[in-house]
């Protein structure tokens, strides 16, 4: 068989969590034209509504914090028939905090990314999969990082939430193969969204030094790897793809010598 024979899964609804920014904003519009349906969520409903204007009857906009397991599960039960049962889901809501070393570090910044990065993230799953399996198959994306994998000074917990993504990703597949539910986890380098502004709580200055003489991966490219991911014929299970900028490769062990 060719593989261009091979049988696609079946498109439906995907619901993007972070639509409002960054990658979700550029994944949301892809989806929508590869032929799906989108449920569009983040909590600026402003942006959520502009978005959704652009994208017009394929999306439906939900004002949701994803830290708020009740609402979360509340709003997925409560999905209109032609936006059910989700087929796909992209948990990409999530954020960083600070750059300080963990001694110096805000522990209500670690507490908000770990309620965010790991624990939105497990609602934002739960909710959606019991429609993946009644519907009979799906699509778990998950939103990684490179620091995930690789440490940097000042990555401490959001690198540790990143790594509880990647690891669930393994996990959920391990729970969800015999349902016809594939899990991939994105693993992004340095790209340019309001990532910088969020992690240097508004300040402009700082985040734009982070890419300033770089070419950083942009979220079209995300979106594409998304899209790829979403497209391999159903015999196809793509466990992770990382990608960094051109521009970025790794550092050197550090060594303190006396
Ligand atoms: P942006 O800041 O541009 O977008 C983040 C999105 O997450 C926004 O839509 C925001 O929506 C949403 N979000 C944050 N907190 C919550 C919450 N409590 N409830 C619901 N939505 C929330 O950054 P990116 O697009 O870069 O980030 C998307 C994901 O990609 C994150 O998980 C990030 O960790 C990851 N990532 C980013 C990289 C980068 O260099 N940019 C590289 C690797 C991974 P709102 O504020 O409206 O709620
Ligand atoms: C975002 C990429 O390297 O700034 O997850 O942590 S990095």
Not at 129 to 140: R, S
């Amino acid at each position: 068989m060719q593989s261009s024979d091979s049988p696609r899964p079946p498109k439906g609804t995907a619901w993007v969590t972070g639509a409002t920014s960054g990658f979700g904003e550029a994944i949301a519009r892809r989806l929508v034209a590869d032929g799906y349906r989108v449920v569009i969520s983040g909590r600026r409903a402003d942006r959520l509504q502009a978005l959704s204007d652009e994208l017009g009857a394929a999306a439906l906009p939900m004002v949701l914090d994803v830290r708020d397991r009740q609402a979360v599960l509340a709003a997925v039960d409560g999905l209109p028939a032609d936006f059910r049962p989700l087929r796909v889901v992209i948990a990409n809501a999530g954020l960083a905090l600070g750059l300080d070393p963990a001694d110096r570090a805000d522990l209500d910044d670690w507490d908000t990314m770990v309620d965010t990065n790991v624990k939105g993230l497990m609602y934002t799953i739960r909710a959606a999969l019991p429609q993946m399996v009644d519907a009979g198959g799906g699509h778990v994306i998950t939103m990684g990082s490179v620091a995930g994998s690789y440490p940097y000074p000042g990555g401490n917990a959001y690198g540790a939430t990143k790594a509880f993504v990647a690891q669930l990703a393994l996990n959920l597949r391990a729970d969800l193969v015999s349902k016809g539910i594939r899990v991939t986890d994105i693993e992004p380098g340095l790209a340019q969204t309001e990532f910088s502004v969020v992690r240097f709580k508004g300040d402009a200055a700082s985040a734009g030094k982070v890419y300033q003489g770089t070419e950083p991966l942009l979220p079209v490219d995300i979106a594409e790897a998304v899209s790829w991911a979403l497209s391999q014929p159903a015999r196809v299970n793509v466990n992770r793809i990382e990608l960094m900028a051109g521009c970025q490769a790794f550092g050197p062990f550090q060594i303190v010598r006396s």
